[in-house]
């Protein structure tokens, strides 16, 4: 099961790093399982995945985003640990700090035939009391991001979120 001793949690804290995210104005969404979460999905996760534009314009203010929350980003090939922002142009780079880690990826990241981009485009935002923004994936976005990628902890949590949605 995917679930905090599976999944690096130490100490997690996304916050932090979602508010100097928001504040970059880069385009970025939460995906995976915290975006489940936020849609109502109770299995718990220790990691924060994230999909963003890839807007090279917007590298340099997301990679200080990211350095501000006191994260290393590496190559997904987990590479030696860097703050250099051209890793956040590559299809998935993963980042890692004492408070958060996950990967942050691309519309260029393969996803069994899911259109990344149209999932930014139709993102929600969700606000919490004090102000912080977290954009996310619609519901069946979700769902369909999930099923497409097939490992059997993305079909079980599919197989939720469509629970979820049908009794709504």
């Given at each position: 099961?995917g679930?905090?001793?599976?999944?690096?949690?130490?100490?997690?804290?996304?916050?932090?790093?979602?508010?100097?995210?928001?504040?970059?104005?880069?385009?970025?969404i939460?995906?995976g399982?915290?975006?489940?979460?936020?849609?109502?999905?109770?299995?718990?996760?220790?990691?924060?995945?994230?999909?963003?534009?890839?807007?090279?314009?917007?590298?340099?203010?997301?990679g200080?985003?990211?350095?501000?929350?006191?994260?290393?980003?590496?190559?997904?090939?987990?590479?030696d640990?860097?703050?250099?922002?051209?890793?956040?142009?590559?299809?998935?780079?993963?980042f890692?700090?004492?408070?958060?880690?996950?990967?942050?990826?691309?519309?260029?990241?393969?996803?069994g035939?899911?259109?990344?981009?149209?999932?930014?485009?139709?993102?929600?935002?969700?606000t919490?009391?004090?102000?912080l923004?977290?954009?996310?994936p619609?519901?069946?976005?979700l769902?369909?991001?999930?099923?497409?990628?097939?490992?059997?902890?993305?079909l079980?949590?599919?197989?939720?979120?469509?629970?979820?949605?049908d009794?709504?």
């Open positions: 099961m679930t905090i001793a599976t999944d690096s949690a130490r100490g997690v804290d996304p916050f932090p790093l979602l508010a100097a995210l928001q504040a970059s104005g880069a385009h970025v939460v995906i399982q915290v975006a489940g979460i936020m849609h109502g999905f109770t299995e718990l996760t220790g990691d924060l995945d994230l999909l963003w534009d890839a807007d090279p314009r917007s590298a340099s203010v997301l200080a985003a990211f350095a501000a929350a006191g994260c290393k980003l590496r190559a997904d090939d987990a590479s640990a860097s703050t250099d922002p051209e890793l956040l142009l590559r299809p998935k780079a993963t890692d700090s004492e408070r958060a880690c996950g990967d942050c990826c691309t519309p260029s990241l393969p996803w035939g899911v259109d990344l981009r149209a999932v930014l485009a139709r993102s929600e935002t969700a919490a009391p004090d102000g923004e977290i954009r996310i619609t519901l069946p976005d769902i369909h991001m999930q099923r497409a990628l097939g490992r059997p902890k993305d079980r949590r599919a197989a939720e979120l469509e629970r979820l949605r009794t709504s």
